[in-house]
């Protein structure tokens, strides 16, 4: 079974510092991974994803993820955080090549942004 | 091109009574998908569609719900009768290649 764990429910950092929320996986199969956002009363947007390849991906909004397979982790990071990135972030996996797309969640991760 | 439109965005409804939630995906894309994030705790999927084909309905939490997608363009997600434990936020996504997925904005269901 595939499952999603995200370290810290709530990250506070201030503007212009480093962005580190992290994730951590459990797939049998080698997994697609995806982060999303939701920004208040909106819905989730997709922020950037890894299926294959490049193993450092670089989404919207200046965000990247790296995926380490042999720590099966996609931590997501920004250099320089920016009050506008106050939301609600999710990381996410499914099966891959094999998959039927269903996307198995995080619990989420807050990201305060302080001025 | 319009995104993943939901309706209705908020549903505040008695134990007992029936509600119905419509999806209408972007334009093109076969797949669709519903998930639900009860309070607290994480987005769970519920089923998948692919056009009018139920691909997998293993989220499905009981026979209260009741999903279609006749001609294989709106969504529709039905609880009948809803329970107390039924409140959250429910998302429809829909998806051209079942990799990525859009989004809509959710409909939040307060069951009281």
């Known amino acids: 079974a595939q499952s999603v764990t995200q370290l810290g429910s709530h990250v506070s950092v201030s503007e212009g510092a480093l962005v580190l929320l992290r994730c951590n996986y459990s797939s049998s199969v080698p997994p697609y991974l995806f982060w999303y956002v939701q920004y208040p009363n909106q819905g989730l947007q997709l922020l950037l994803k890894y299926t294959t390849g490049a193993t450092l991906v670089k989404g919207i909004n200046g965000f990247e993820a790296e995926f380490k397979k042999s720590e099966t982790s996609f931590h997501l990071t920004k250099p320089s955080a920016h009050m506008s990135d106050a939301a609600e972030y999710f990381c996410?996996?499914?099966?891959?090549?094999?998959?039927?797309?269903?996307?198995?969640f995080g619990q989420g991760t807050t990201l305060q942004v302080k001025p | 091109e319009a995104g993943v439109t939901q309706f209705p965005s908020h549903s505040v409804i008695e134990k007992g009574q029936t509600v119905t939630l419509r999806c209408d995906p972007i334009?093109?894309?076969?797949?669709l998908y519903w998930y639900r994030r009860v309070m607290g705790k994480e987005i769970k999927f519920l089923l998948h569609f692919v056009k009018e084909s139920k691909q997998d309905e293993s989220g499905m939490p009981n026979n209260r719900f009741l999903a279609e997608r006749t001609g294989g363009t709106y969504s529709t997600l039905k609880v009948q009768p809803a329970e107390l434990e039924d409140s959250g936020v429910y998302f429809c996504?829909?998806?051209?290649?079942?990799?990525?997925?859009?989004f809509g904005p959710g409909t939040r269901l307060t069951v009281t």
């Open positions: 996410a996996v499914n099966k891959g090549s094999s998959n039927t797309g269903k996307l198995i």
């Open positions: 334009s093109g894309h076969d797949n």
């Open positions: 996504a829909s998806s051209r290649t079942g990799i990525e997925q859009y």
